[in-house]
């Protein structure tokens, strides 16, 4: 079954090369590409992992590949490489020059310093 969150051949043909990573190859009677789109369904809907639909590998098996996946940092490489590969697509350098950070998003540290919670008090301190 496929879901909107499930990769299409085109795309997985993107990332797939850094998911065949180990020495034996893969060992497991699930594809990378399930694993990967279980992943993105979970990431997509917010589910939690024991709420994975059968149709998927079952989920201690997808949050071990997720886990080991994060813990050797692919999915951040993957997303490197996606993003570059966007902005070379749209006609912008590979990597940001400069960037912008709204001062109404960014908060200082010094107000912060006079005031605090006390939680004996259960209301703001000056």
Not at 29 to 56: M, S
Request: charged share 25%; net charge positive; glycine share 8%.
């Amino acid at each position: 079954m496929s879901y909107p969150s499930s990769l299409t051949a085109q795309q997985w043909s993107l990332i797939e090369g850094y998911f065949s990573y180990g020495k034996y190859g893969n060992m497991s009677k699930h594809t990378k590409k399930q694993l990967v789109d279980a992943v993105f369904y979970v990431t997509k809907t917010g589910c939690q992992w024991r709420q994975l639909p059968r149709e998927f590998p079952p989920w201690q098996t997808v949050y071990s590949f997720f886990r080991r996946a994060k813990n050797r940092k692919i999915w951040e490489k993957v997303l490197e490489e996606l993003v570059t590969k966007s902005r070379l697509r749209m006609g912008r350098n590979a990597l940001p020059t400069y960037g912008i950070i709204d001062s109404q998003s960014v908060k200082t540290t010094s107000a912060s310093e006079d005031r605090g919670i006390d939680g004996g008090k259960k209301g703001k301190g000056t």
